[in-house]
């Protein structure tokens, strides 16, 4: 009966089990899949699955919660990558806005910067499963092989080209995180002032730069490569932004920048796009834009204790782009 005490008991107990362990089951799927959504949804699967589950025989919640969520993980992401193949143009990861209000969502969230995320995409599924179970959850061979149903041998060699795919791959930050943050800030001042030479001064003679609008707003259909075609785009960028307010925030981790529709912060709304750079040797070589407005609904809040600053502001952050 639903009013028997030790029934009561029981499920006050799983669902504290489960509550106690979200925000890694959350950190597992948003890693995996590199979207807020898709990574709740997997999470409330896991609920599902373990509100129905005989719990008698389950010594350890954790290990059990990770294996699920995994695999509802990985079902869902080869599903996504045949999705992912008629998407209107490039696609990049649902950027996090790791403000301390926003940070509690997910566990380690510094671990997987967003240039990390947009590496991962070039992993099969199998191989960014076991990289981000072992490289940034530290789980065990044995542990992840259990949960993959394959032999620690094979998940072992699976580890070993996924690290030295991402090796290959991920970006080489030359400056601290102050420096990228102020990196950052220039970026953004010579987008909002249209500072031709300014942006010529900081972009590297290879940037890239990669605008995900999925079909739902403006932007590049193919990444825009070189000095001159960037400065020319992104130019362009800060003048069609003209009104926005810009912030910078932090994404993932790491410095960002988020454009919300001028106005008052707390009724901004969804933001118009969100930005992070990366940068070796002092140079920005890569710009990656997410305009996908499916993609920004969770930041439209402000992150908590910033507020709009004159734009000539000492150690502003925040700044009009007029």
């Known amino acids: 009966m639903s009013d028997d005490p030790v029934r009561r008991e029981t499920a006050a107990g799983a669902t504290?089990?489960?509550e106690?362990?979200?925000?890694?089951?959350?950190?597992?799927?948003y890693d995996m899949l590199g979207s807020v959504a898709d990574a709740e949804d997997c999470v409330q699967e896991t609920w599902i699955r373990w509100a129905r589950a005989d719990r008698?025989?389950?010594?350890?919640?954790?290990?059990?919660?990770?294996r699920v969520v995994a695999n509802v993980a990985l079902d869902r992401l080869r599903d996504a990558r045949a999705r992912?193949?008629?998407?209107?143009g490039p696609w990049l990861p649902e950027p996090l806005l790791t403000a301390p209000d926003a940070a509690e969502r997910v566990e380690r969230a510094e671990a997987v910067s967003y240039a990390l995320l947009v590496v991962l995409e070039t992993l099969g599924p199998v191989e960014r499963a076991v990289f981000v179970l072992r490289e940034v959850f530290g789980l065990p061979y044995a542990e992840i092989a259990e949960i993959?149903?394959?032999?620690?041998?094979?998940?072992?060699?699976?580890?070993?080209?996924?690290?030295?795919?991402?090796?290959?791959?991920?970006?080489?930050?030359?400056?601290?995180?102050?420096?990228?943050?102020?990196?950052?800030?220039?970026f953004l001042a010579a987008c909002r002032d249209g500072d031709v030479a300014g942006l010529t001064e900081l972009l590297a003679e290879?940037?890239?730069v990669v605008t995900d609008g999925g079909g739902r707003a403006r932007a590049a259909l193919r990444p825009v490569a070189g000095l001159d075609r960037a400065v020319r785009f992104l130019a362009?960028?800060?003048?069609?932004?003209?009104?926005?307010?810009?912030?910078?925030?932090?994404?993932?981790?790491?410095p960002g920048l988020v454009l919300y529709p001028g106005g008052a912060p707390a009724v901004s709304g969804v933001p118009l796009a969100a930005a992070v750079v990366e940068a070796a040797g002092g140079r920005i070589t890569r710009v990656l834009v997410v305009r996908n407005p499916d993609k920004l609904h969770?930041?439209?809040?402000?992150?908590?204790?910033?507020?709009?600053?004159?734009?000539?502001?000492?150690?502003?952050?925040?700044?009009?782009l007029t």
Do not use: C, K
Request: proline content about 7%; charged content about 25%; aromatic content about 6%.
């Open 16 to 18: 504290a089990a489960f």
């Open 236 to 254: 362009g960028l800060g003048a069609m932004y003209a009104g926005a307010r810009a912030e910078v925030a932090s994404l993932n981790g790491g």
């Open 148 to 186: 993959l149903g394959r032999s620690a041998a094979g998940v072992r060699q699976v580890a070993h080209r996924a690290r030295e795919h991402v090796r290959a791959r991920r970006p080489r930050f030359s400056a601290d995180p102050a420096g990228q943050r102020r990196l950052t800030e220039r």
């Open 84 to 88: 992912r193949e008629s998407y209107v």
């Open 206 to 208: 290879d940037v890239v």
């Open 20 to 29: 106690a362990h979200r925000r890694l089951l959350f950190g597992v799927a």
């Open 298 to 320: 969770m930041l439209r809040h402000v992150p908590s204790g910033t507020a709009p600053v004159p734009r000539d502001a000492p150690g502003g952050s925040t700044t009009p």
């Open 56 to 66: 008698s025989n389950i010594r350890e919640p954790r290990g059990y919660l990770v």
